[in-house]
């Protein structure tokens, strides 16, 4: 891997990490606000609804013009929803804004990877990019608990520069101008990213043309064999893993007496162990094989439901890496395989989009019923039983479906042998 590519490593890096810093410091301005608790959850709702209801476009945006621009135009969209909520304006609404930067900056990150890379490098670079994105959300929560809390934000907040008035009177205030700060580094990094070969279809301007192709590629991932095993486990990832940030917090809240700064960090360790697993899986996994992780999935929802038992830190801390490096080592290989069908079908950036409106319409489906269930006020215990049955039994259907897939592939390739 050579300079450009980390580049691009630490531009994804930093904007991950203040987009989980502010999360955490959304909380917070919700909790002083008094807001409803399913407010909570309705934040990652409010941040992927952008993913899903701009799939079509933004996919055609990023394979447009050269991916460092893109990722710069939209990484300046997630500094202005920051900036509203610094202004006040309701944390549901800023982070949405926030969201729609993300949208558009994804099918980027993701698309570059294809057209800077060979395939063989694919599972590596997706081990470095979800390794960094997870050590982006291990640190952005830590890092988010920490600025929240009373005596550290207090020291900061009386630090003063000589002769400048910088009109930071406030903990919130602070907290979001340090993130703030944040995106500008990574920003900067965006100006960097290095430029490929790959020529740049121009945006079309027909928004039926637009969703017209969009629909088209959607149809050829999921009738591809392998590209919809992948995309069917992506998906499922991403939904389970948006929604378990807040169930881990309220579960830790709950069986471990935790306030919110402290929650989070066990938030943080399920990252450590995903970036542990995704390590192990780019080092131990090649693209051909990388349907065989699929049992993994099935192990993290009964890992899962483990944590009903667990009112110890000496068992959580643990069970929370666990859990993490169980979907951490099957999520890279299946994200890899899915990068590499999609750049053949249809190109990085619209195999990109179609993979973020799966995976997003499956956060906000699952963040969306976790928040009615919160709602509802059932106990957080039956969530996470009800949790991990659904995780565990979806990765059973999605094996069964591969392994039929194969079945009917060998029974082709077997009647073309005979054939000849």
Known sequence: MNLGFFIIMAAQFFSALADNALLIAA???????????????????????????????????????????????????????????FWDVHPLLAYAVVGLGAAAYSPAKYGILTEYLPPRLLVVANGWIEGLTVGAIILGTVLGGVLIKPEIAHSLLSFDFPLIDTGIDTIPEMVL?????????????????????????????????????????????????????????????????????????????????????????????????????????????????????????????????????????????????????????FVVPMNALLQHRGHILMGAGHSIAVQNFNENLSILLMTGLYALLIYLNFAIQTVIILFGLFVGFSMILVKIRHEKNQRQFDSVSHLDGASH
């Not at 900067?188 to 192709?213: C, E, G, M």
């Open 27 to 85: 909380i917070s301005i919700l909790r002083d606000m008094h807001s409803p608790q399913e407010y909570e959850p309705l934040l990652k709702l409010f941040f992927t609804v952008s993913y899903v209801l701009l799939a079509a476009f933004v996919g055609a945006f990023a394979d447009s013009m050269p991916k460092g621009r893109v990722m710069f135009i939209s990484n300046a969209i997630k500094v202005v929803g920051c900036t509203m909520m």
């Open 177 to 329: 101008s340090v993130i703030g700060g944040l995106y500008v580094i990574a920003a900067i990094f965006n100006l960097y990213v290095p430029k490929t070969d790959v020529d740049h279809k121009a945006l079309k301007k027909n928004p039926i043309y637009l969703i017209h192709d969009f629909n088209h590629s959607f149809r050829l991932l999921w009738r591809d064999k392998l590209g919809q095993i992948s995309l069917a486990v992506t998906t499922l990832f991403w939904g389970a893993g948006a929604t378990l940030q807040f169930i881990v917090i309220k579960w830790a809240e709950t069986s471990l007496n935790m306030g919110l700064s402290k929650a989070s960090m066990m938030q943080g360790l399920v990252a450590v162990g995903v970036a542990v697993g995704a390590g192990l899986a780019a080092k131990s996994i090649s693209l051909k094989h990388s349907v065989k992780v699929i049992p993994l999935g099935i192990a993290m929802g009964l890992g899962v439901i483990g944590m009903i038992f667990v009112h110890s830190l000496a068992v959580a801390i643990p069970l929370m890496v666990l859990v993490g490096g169980l979907a951490g080592f």
